[in-house]
Every structure is written in C-alpha cells, then in structure tokens.
C-alpha cells in the first residue's frame, strides 16, 4: 500500500522554527517528487512546497520563499521541510503528499500534522 | 502565478440529482487540471487528473471535461457520501495552485 506520514507538528512561537517529516513506503521513493500543501483553519487547500524525486530541484510558494526549506534523504524514504521565521499567517494542518511520478498532481495524501503559531 | 477560479462557493443539491463544479483558470493550463474530494476532518483525494481522466477507484458517476481555461466537474447522481468540498488544481505551470473550494451541501 502506497502511504506518506507526516509528523513533526508542534505548537510555536513568532519567530521560531520546526522541522516537518513525511515517511513514505509503497513505491519508488526516488523516483517520484512530494509535495507539501497546507490549510489554515476553515480555509482552502494551498500549497507551499515540492521536491523532485532526486532532491536537485525543489519549487516554493511566494509566501513561504526565502523561510522554508524542502529535503529529502532517499535512504529513508523521507522528505523534511524546515520552516523558519515562523509567522502566525503559518498556521495550517500540513499535508504530504507523493506526486504523480510523471506529473505534479497529487495521488497520494497523508493525515497531515498540525502546525500552530502563536504566542 | 495562475489564479484558479471556482464557482459557485457553494452548491445545494439533492441525493440523486446532478451536481456542474466550475472551474477557471486566468491563462491556459492545458490538460492538466486535477480535481480533489475533500470531508471534514479528512484529507482530499484526487478524483480526477489530466481534466478527464478519472483516478483509481473513483465512481463513474464522477467526470471531468475541459482544456485550456476551463474546467468542469460532474457528478451525474448525487450520493451521500459526495457531499464534500471539492478543489481543482493546475499542474502546467510553478507556482502549483488550487481553487478557492465548492462545497456541495445537501439541499
């Protein structure tokens, strides 16, 4: 069964930083690119990141360009995403999700982690 | 960045009648338009890719059609496990967007 797995939520501060992880099994980890999308509360879906399946090249949202950083370790089949500079507009459930292997689509989603800034 | 415009907000339907989600984008995307389900509490689900091409397991009572700037999604009979929020999202060109959401409510 293909499945991705987030962890890492956590409640922070203005200001502070986090570190995401996303656990995938059931493909070809290398080859396929994952995205992180998110939802702030009563809001629509909006996505914030995606890797290629190598890790050479990553893509960012305007509104988290320059604060997040995406990664991946393909000996563990995991992908991260460091946040920075956490601001209280960050505050989403975080969803990864594999993307199709040919096309950026997402055909896989996890249960998402909850990411809360506040002070 | 391509702006994904959905209509209406909202949709009141009855079980068993047929449900046309709208779906604009502000310059051509293609094809490659992919629509998601999403429940409360849930994750979305792809339903559809490539504006027509339904995904594993998803009913034939859901279909895609369009190409270019314009999309549409319907669902032929409504059932009660539709009644959802449903996004489209392009994947022609960076940044990746989503549609702001139509959310089908039972009538």
């Known amino acids: 069964e293909v499945q991705v797995v987030e962890s890492g939520g956590n409640f922070i501060q203005p200001g502070g930083s986090l570190r995401l992880s996303c656990a995938a099994s059931g493909f070809t980890f290398s080859s396929c690119a994952l995205s992180w999308v998110r939802q702030a509360p009563g809001k629509g879906l909006e996505w914030v990141s995606a890797i290629t399946g190598s890790g050479v090249t990553t893509y960012y949202a305007d509104s988290v360009k320059g604060r997040f950083t995406v990664s991946r370790d393909n000996s563990k089949n995991t992908v991260y995403l460091q946040m920075n500079s956490l601001r209280a507009e960050d505050t989403a459930v975080y969803y990864c999700?594999?993307?199709?292997?040919?096309?950026?689509?997402?055909?896989?989603w996890g249960r998402g982690t909850t990411v809360t800034v506040s002070s | 960045e391509i702006v994904m415009t959905q209509s209406p907000v909202t949709l009141s339907v009855s079980p068993g009648e047929r449900a046309t989600l709208s779906c604009r984008a502000s310059q051509s995307v293609n094809s490659r338009l992919a629509w998601y389900q999403q429940k409360p509490g849930q994750a979305p689900r792809l339903l559809i890719h490539?504006?027509?091409t339904r995904a594993t397991g998803i009913p034939a009572r859901f279909s895609g059609s369009g190409s270019g700037t314009e999309f549409t999604l319907t669902i032929s009979s409504l059932q009660s496990e539709d009644f959802a929020v449903y996004y489209c999202q392009q994947y022609n060109n960076w940044p990746l967007t989503f549609g702001g959401g139509t959310k089908v409510e039972i009538k």
């Open positions: 999700a594999k993307d199709n292997c040919d096309y950026y689509y997402m055909d896989v």
């Open positions: 490539d504006a027509s």
